[in-house]
């Protein structure tokens, strides 16, 4: 390029002297040289300018095309995590719904059984000054009654005193269909003798367990579905000491009344 440009300077002071056909002296052809000599340079520092130009087109081109990919990456990744974030926050939507309901289902259940212990603690209250008890334990109702109050020492025969309570609890259990009962038989720790069909404690505990129970279903007219009977032994005791107290504290039969809980078991097993 830079010798064309030449060319066509020269061509062009030749042209000038063969038109004007008058001699160019040697300060005006010196001059002439001189603006040939400055646009070469000029020349060449726009080449150089050129050269640098295109070398640093190049370079944003391949910068903006890495860019570009990177933009791309992460527009991708942030679509697919915008996606995660929005499954994920309607995940968590549908569990704190799920909450919300097994909550509300416990908060019923609790509702329910401190009304039955109040409704049983009422019907029962003549009974309380002769061993029976009625508390709340892990949502569950406990209704205990000492041995004395059910039964003649070592039998397993109920006394009146005895169906009279069992009755006065007959009557709010036939209204509760929705309570399951079980009967459980508990006894001290002392060596059962000379009982003819009652071998050991555990004989005496399950015994005494089934006593209960059938007098609820055969006489109160308790649903038999609702009711399991089962013997402790001595194995679950109320109280660890080796006193008399103590003792007849062990020596009783726990009602243990606990809400159907079908719905709150449906909410937990849903997926």
């Known amino acids: 390029m830079k010798k064309s440009v030449l060319y066509i300077f020269n061509f062009c002071v030749l042209l000038l002297a063969l038109q004007s056909c008058v001699v160019l002296s040697p300060k005006k052809y010196k001059g002439l040289l001189a603006q040939r000599d400055s646009l070469t340079q000029r020349i060449s520092t726009l080449e150089e300018q050129l050269t640098l130009l295109q070398t640093d087109t190049a370079r944003i081109h391949r910068e903006m095309a890495e860019l570009t990919e990177k933009y791309n990456v992460l527009n991708n990744n942030f679509s697919a995590s915008s ?7 309607g995940d968590l939507q549908k569990r704190e719904a799920r909450l919300q ?10 509702e329910a059984t401190n009304a039955l212990r109040n409704k049983l603690q009422q019907a029962l209250l003549g009974f309380q000054n002769s061993g029976l008890t009625v508390d709340i334990r892990n949502g569950k109702v406990y209704v205990s009654l000492a041995d004395k109050l059910l039964f003649p020492s070592g ?3 109920i006394n009146e005193n005895g169906k009279a309570a069992l009755k006065q609890f007959a009557e ?3 209204k509760e269909p929705d309570i399951n009962i079980a009967v ?14 009652i071998k050991d404690n555990w004989d005496l505990s399950v015994l005494r367990a ?3 129970t059938r007098y609820l279903t055969e006489v109160e007219k308790v649903d038999p579905q609702r009711l399991t009977a089962t013997g402790k032994s001595q194995y679950q005791p109320i109280d660890p000491g080796t006193t008399p107290e103590a003792l007849a504290k062990n ?3 726990e009602i243990v009344l606990s809400p159907k809980l079908d719905e709150l ?3 937990i097993s849903t997926k």
Do not use: A, C, M, W
């Open 265 to 267: 078991y449906n909410l």
């Open 210 to 212: 089934t006593s209960v």
């Open 155 to 157: 039998s397993i025969v």
């Open 184 to 197: 459980e038989g508990h006894t001290d720790n002392k060596k059962v003798n000379n009982l003819g069909q």
């Open 251 to 253: 020596r009783r039969i």
């Open 101 to 110: 309901e097994v909550e509300e289902t416990l908060r019923k259940r609790d």
């Open 172 to 174: 709010v259990l036939n």
């Open 83 to 89: 996606s995660r974030v929005s499954q994920l926050s």
